[in-house]
């Protein structure tokens, strides 16, 4: 039998339910997931077997009306991760229907959708009633012409089958990209960085969490099997860095505590953890701080 292979790209709102599909079709954490809206910043690449098909998903940032240089940096991102795959995977709210966002990305796969299969997903359909479903299909596709529609629920995994293996057979005939058990290609670097990350999204709240990036800034394989990670946590007021730091140290011990403890799952074996919080002002307006994000600096002007 051959093998298939190629990228689909996942776009919609910001919280449309993106990173949530993305790691039940890999089937492992690779794109934080919060109840904040924007939290996905780099173009991450998830990598799933359907039978012979090796499906790379990358989840972009949610498109939405930028207004800063590293939101700017986020939507090129978004549309360029649509124009470089073989499949795009529009995600639509149920109970959100068709919004000005939405109606905004319509507009853009005008131009990204020629030549390209597009496929529209209705997520959290268990949200809405059967009609409403209905009514937003028929609306959603009187608009754009979808090559098909699926109805799921990305958090409960209803539907997500089906799609995986309608999307596996959209992808050429190919050699596979990657081999066989990796999940992911981002470097562990990154993928701990966006985990501690997650954690401080999580604990903290407001404006903050955008204001704030984390890196990783050493990481050492010990003789015991061990890893110590440094990472170092930008903020760009000596106010935030008090809010993280928070009472005596005591939110950022326990960020540190939680995300060393999903690093030790992910990994399967033991790490040090160690934070650092530094104020820089600029760290917005700095072009090695988007590198690490895994987006162009140029993008954002």
Not at 53 to 79: C, E, H, N, S
Not at 117 to 124: C, Q
Not at 196 to 217: A, F, N
């Amino acid at each position: 039998m051959s093998t298939r292979a190629g990228f689909v790209a996942l776009i919609g709102e910001p919280n449309a339910g993106k990173s949530t599909l993305l790691n039940r079709m890999v089937g492992a954490k690779v794109s934080i997931v919060t109840h904040k809206v924007q939290t996905t910043r780099a173009r991450i690449r998830g990598v799933a077997m359907e039978g012979d098909t090796q499906i790379v998903f990358v989840d972009t940032p949610g498109l939405f009306k930028p207004r800063r240089r590293l939101d700017r940096a986020m939507v090129a991102a978004a549309w360029g991760g649509a124009a470089d795959a073989d499949v795009v995977v529009l995600m639509v709210e149920a109970h959100r229907g068709i919004t000005e966002g939405v109606e905004s990305i319509l507009e853009g796969l005008a131009d990204i959708g020629q030549g390209r299969t597009v496929a529209l997903a209705i997520n959290k359909i268990d949200r809405v009633a059967s009609e409403t479903l209905l009514g937003l299909t028929k609306a959603l596709n009187d608009r754009y012409a979808f090559a098909e529609t699926f109805m799921i629920s990305a958090e409960k995994g209803h539907g997500v089958d089906a799609l995986r293996q309608w999307l596996a057979q959209q992808l050429p005939e190919g050699p596979w990209l990657y081999p066989e058990d990796q999940i992911a290609d981002l470097p562990m670097r990154m993928i701990a960085a966006e985990m501690t990350r997650e954690k401080l999204t999580l604990r903290l709240h407001q404006e903050l969490p955008y204001q704030m990036t984390v890196e990783t800034e050493n990481w050492e394989d010990r003789k015991d099997g061990s890893a110590k990670i440094d990472q170092v946590i930008y903020v760009v007021r000596d106010g935030h860095k008090g809010i993280v730091l928070g009472h005596k140290g005591e939110t950022v011990k326990s960020v540190g505590k939680a995300a060393r403890e999903e690093l030790e799952e992910f990994l399967g074996r033991k790490v040090h953890l160690f934070l650092q919080v530094k104020v820089r002002p600029n760290w917005l307006e700095e072009s090695e701080r988007y590198s690490e994000m895994g987006l162009d600096f140029k993008d954002g002007a």
